[in-house]
């Protein structure tokens, strides 16, 4: 690695943050995926990185602890399936 740049948009520095979240390639899949759970779960979340990333809500939202379980599920799996897109796109 020569540089500290992101390898797949070559605009910003490859923080983790970048990578997870920020990162033009990824940021839109992030937008589906909330998008996707406030249509399950009849909710209005916004993507954040704290949400995204590490699954946290910043305010409650009046879920039942089985939701909100499913939410973090949810949410650490989309990670997942985001980075294993992110690494594989060319
Ligand atoms: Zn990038």
């Given amino acids: 690695?020569?540089?500290?740049?992101?390898w797949r948009c070559d605009k910003?520095?490859?923080t983790l943050i970048h990578m997870f979240y920020e990162c033009?390639?990824?940021?839109?899949?992030?937008?589906?995926?909330?998008?996707?759970?406030?249509?399950?779960?009849q909710v209005?979340?916004?993507?954040?990185?704290?949400?995204?990333?590490l699954g946290i809500l910043q305010r409650k939202i009046g879920l039942s602890?089985?939701?909100?379980s499913l939410n973090r599920q949810v949410t650490s799996g989309s990670k997942?399936?985001?980075?294993?897109?992110f690494i594989r796109l060319k």
Avoid: F, M, T, Y
């Fill in 12 to 14: 910003e520095r490859g």
């Fill in 65 to 68: 602890q089985q939701l909100l």
């Fill in 44 to 53: 209005k979340l916004r993507e954040n990185p704290a949400l995204c990333i």
């Fill in 80 to 85: 997942h399936v985001v980075l294993s897109i």
């Fill in 24 to 41: 033009d390639v990824v940021h839109s899949l992030w937008g589906a995926v909330i998008q996707c759970i406030n249509n399950a779960l």
């Fill in 1 to 6: 690695i020569s540089n500290d740049r992101c």
